[in-house]
């Protein structure tokens, strides 16, 4: 079992920045590939960045690359989303993930947390 646990949400202006955090249980946390994913008003969760275990290879969702940085401390136990320039696009509740399988898929992960809910105004 894993408990996940984001914060760091709230309401931004466009252009600004939001550090998200992803706490986690367990004892294997390092074990685990990371993900962000989120789900915009009146839509289907998209994928939005993805480490693995080790924090060696990254990956990011088009609209967000370039702009948004995943990372990890495993000695923590806590995965991090910073944010910056952010677009009132980017509006959404923000959900972490942990998988066993490295991978930008929705469906690979199986752990999620609550979600934390970012507004960027214009």
């Known amino acids: 079992q894993v408990q996940l646990v984001e914060s760091g949400g709230g309401l931004v202006q466009a252009g600004g920045s939001l550090r998200l955090s992803c706490a986690a249980s367990?004892?294997?946390?390092?074990?685990?590939?990371m993900g962000w994913f989120r789900r915009a008003p009146g839509k289907e969760r998209d994928f939005v960045a993805a480490?693995?275990?080790?924090?060696?290879?990254?990956d990011y969702a088009n609209s967000v690359k370039g702009r948004f940085t995943i990372s990890r401390d495993n000695a923590k136990n806590t995965v991090y989303l910073q944010m910056s320039s952010l677009k009132p696009e980017d509006t959404a509740v923000y959900y972490c993930?942990?998988?066993?399988?490295?991978?930008?898929?929705?469906?690979?992960?199986?752990?999620w947390g609550q979600g934390t809910q970012v507004t960027v105004s214009s």
């Open positions: 480490i693995s275990g080790a924090g060696g290879t990254t």
């Open positions: 993930a942990a998988g066993r399988i490295y991978s930008t898929l929705v469906a690979q992960y199986g752990y």
């Open positions: 367990g004892r294997s946390f390092s074990s685990y590939a």
